[in-house]
């Protein structure tokens, strides 16, 4: 897991400093102001090249009460620490989510399996955002089967506070009461260093890079959840705040400061999570973003099994494949279902970055045994039926 | 080429120590310097 700064200094000769903040960027110069937060020391270190990773932020509501003790976020590992200590600590009976993303459901079933009563609410008419709707249901009654209740539709509006705490959540349609709140309303891109030192910012307020990962500025780079990525298919600007992102853009910083000549190859959106036992998964464009788009697309959805129907520990999947009307060429893959489901989204990945058709994928040569899927694999399966309606 | 050039990095998370951990392999003379306000840095790379 995690490396600590001692092991990066002595193992890699990287000069790691913990505590220290950088408050200003001084690009002309090529220097930043450094606070030894430790030490109450203060001074401008010289650089030839800069990297910016400063990260995202979790977004906070502007709603009354949004200040009040027992409202949490979880965007670092320090956050989750403090929060598993005060969950061990306090043992809070109920839990309200603000928010339906990757954040809120994991955090659910992490609250579930405290045996928590946890309730969701998410002003959008569905969870899961970046999956569409037809395919968001199946996560939305796996939640309510395993108790969490939810409140689709619902806007928050308030917090209500007591002794400075907060009581109870105000949506736009009841009010919830609780013992602590999460919020998983999503981040947005930490760059006030950036914007103060006038680094033009892009999507979503995204540090602009080129696909080498430099800013418009001599010397100074952006890495990870606080740079903007593009998209393969569109190879429009995208901001996509994921570790597996974060990765790939400090790999290509990292080898182009050293003098290296590496090319940042874009994101597809591919990503994968699971709530208890039901995995999710999704990569390419979406319906939202076709129709945004003006794409003329087919898509198909079929139900079908993990494994072999008659193989033990079998269980449903849904996949949905969205490909081009035109061209055929497969465009968007969501997956939902029991265990085994999600990794299936890294054959689509792969095939939509080789520009395969439906036609194409339905005749690939995937491997069979009972264990692992049925004799046609239900990405075969939904490629096949989508087949007939794209060339 | 001699003479190594700095390298400053702001943050100690994902990006951060990959971008630190690539930069010192491609060239092991860079001095790599990583500020990171936290307690902790995060992921391997």
Redesign the interface.
Known sequence: ?????EE?RTK???????????VG?DPKAGR?R?VD?SANREWW???????????AVPLRPKVPGADAAGIYGVH???SGIRLRKILDESRPARAVIVGGGYIGLEMAEAFLLRGMQVSLVEKAPQVMGTLDEDMAVHIAQALTDRGVTLHLNEGLEAFEVRDGRVRAVITSQRSLETDIVLLGMGVVPNTD?AREAHIPLGERGAVRVDRRMATQVEGV?A?????ESFHRLTGRPIHVAL?TV??R???V???N????EASFSGVLGTAVTRICSLEIARTGLQTRELEALGRSFVSRTIESHTRAGYFPGSGRIHVKLLADSDTGAVLGAQIVGEEGAAKRIDVMAAAITAGLTAQEVSELDLGYAPPFSPLWDPLIIAARLLAKDAP | MGTSKKVVIIGGDAAGMSAASVAKRKDPNLQVIVFERGPHTSYSA
């Open positions: 897991m995690a490396r600590t700064p990066f890699q000769q990287i000069d790691v400093r913990v505590l220290h903040e950088v960027i930043v450094v937060l270190e010289p650089y030839d090249h800069l990297l910016i990773a400063t990260g670092t590992l320090e260093l780079w890495a990870g959840d606080c740079a570790g974060a990765n853009h400090g790999r910083a990292g080898m400061m050293a003098g290296g």
